[in-house]
């Protein structure tokens, strides 16, 4: 007699295996990248150049996501009930938080720059370059260009959305104090386009947002 040959065996699943899981779904990231090795210090070697990078490169990368990305969605426990009210995404820290105590108010002032406002960032990326010093008074430092783009979308008319890219660009000073590498001071522009699809008119030229600009 000719046994019958189950689907889940054809799959090599055995009955302990039980339903599969459904895969996470990514997450939106800004990763941060250097885009030309990092100017130092005669003397310093490719190696401390290296983590120099690495560090500024994770300061960065928090940075901007927690001043541009939307709430983390909640916790797959908390999402998965049915009852009640919706669950709460939970808020992404304080990007005040990687800010020097001396530039708070600086930073808190020109906060719009530092923000995605009314629209929904989906991802983004930064590049820098620039230099790393040793300054007698504040140790070591990183004078960086930086260069932000993200897009996502912002509402038009009720619940239409729209394309959008975000840009920022300018110049921002890092510390580098007991808790790592923090921001000092910055310069920097944050402008917004919105995207036409065609066969709409062309797009309006990026606008302004806001202006942000202190250093020690």
Do not use: N
């Amino acid at each position: 007699m000719v046994g019958l040959v189950t689907v889940a065996a054809l799959l090599g699943l055995r009955p302990e295996d039980g339903p599969q899981r459904p895969r996470p779904t990514p997450q939106p990231a800004i990763p941060a990248t250097a885009r030309e090795p990092l100017g130092v210090l005669e003397g310093t070697t490719d190696a401390v150049r290296d983590i120099q990078t690495s560090e500024l490169s994770a300061l960065l990368t928090d940075l901007y996501q927690r001043a541009f990305l939307p709430p983390l969605p909640p916790p797959a426990a908390t999402a998965a009930k049915r009852t009640g009210p919706p669950p709460t995404p939970v808020p992404r820290p304080d990007p005040a938080e990687l800010v020097t105590q001396e530039a708070q108010p600086a930073f808190a002032s020109g906060r719009t720059a530092f923000a995605s406002g009314d629209a929904t960032v989906r991802d983004g990326r930064v590049s820098f370059a620039g230099m790393v010093l040793t300054e007698q008074d504040r140790g070591v430092t990183a004078l960086l260009e930086v260069e932000f783009t993200g897009t996502g979308s912002v509402p038009v008319a009720g619940t239409a959305v729209r394309p959008l890219r975000l840009r920022q660009a300018g110049q921002l000073y890092c510390i580098r104090t007991d808790q790592g590498w923090r921001l000092g001071g910055f310069d920097v522009q944050l402008t917004a386009e919105r995207e036409v699809p065609p066969p709409s008119a062309k797009a309006p030229a990026p606008r302004a947002v806001a202006l942000a600009r202190w250093m020690p």
